[in-house]
Nanobody, 124 residues
Framework: QVQLVESGGGLVQAGGSLRLSCAAS????????MGWFRQAPGKEREFVGT????????VYADSVKGRSTISRDNAKNTVYLQMNSLKPEDTAVYYC?????????????????WGQGTQVTVSS
């Protein structure tokens, strides 16, 4: 079992930055690829980005590519999502997720564990 706890969300003005963190329990964090997803009100959950088990590969959604960076620190059991140049359309609840598939995964169905989410609100 892996428990995931996100933090770092909040209210930010358009053009600003936030860094989300996701702390994982358990001693096998480095065995998991990690992903970030988001869900805006009235919309389906969508893929944001993913990172493989050792941080060597990342994949991003087109909507955040060039503005966001995912990284991980396996010694701290933590994955990060740095978001820059935020836009009002980035407003959503952001979730981190873990998958036992070690490579980067863009499909939510492949993820085994999910955090509770953290709210990001970008004002115009």
């Amino acid at each position: 079992q892996v428990q995931l706890v996100e933090s770092g969300g909040g209210l930010v003005q358009a053009g600003g930055s936030l860094r989300l963190s996701c702390a994982a329990s358990g001693r096998t964090f480095s065995s998991y690829a990690m992903g970030w997803f988001r869900q805006a009100p009235g919309k389906e959950r969508e893929f944001v980005g993913t990172i493989n088990w050792n941080g060597g590969r990342t994949v991003y959604a087109d909507s955040v590519k060039g503005r966001s960076t995912i990284s991980r620190d396996n010694a701290k059991n933590t994955v990060y999502l740095q978001m820059n140049s935020l836009k009002p359309e980035d407003t959503a609840v952001y979730y981190c997720a873990a998958t036992t598939v070690m490579g980067p995964q863009v499909v939510a169905a492949f993820y085994n564990y999910w955090g509770q989410g953290t709210q990001v609100t970008v004002s115009s």
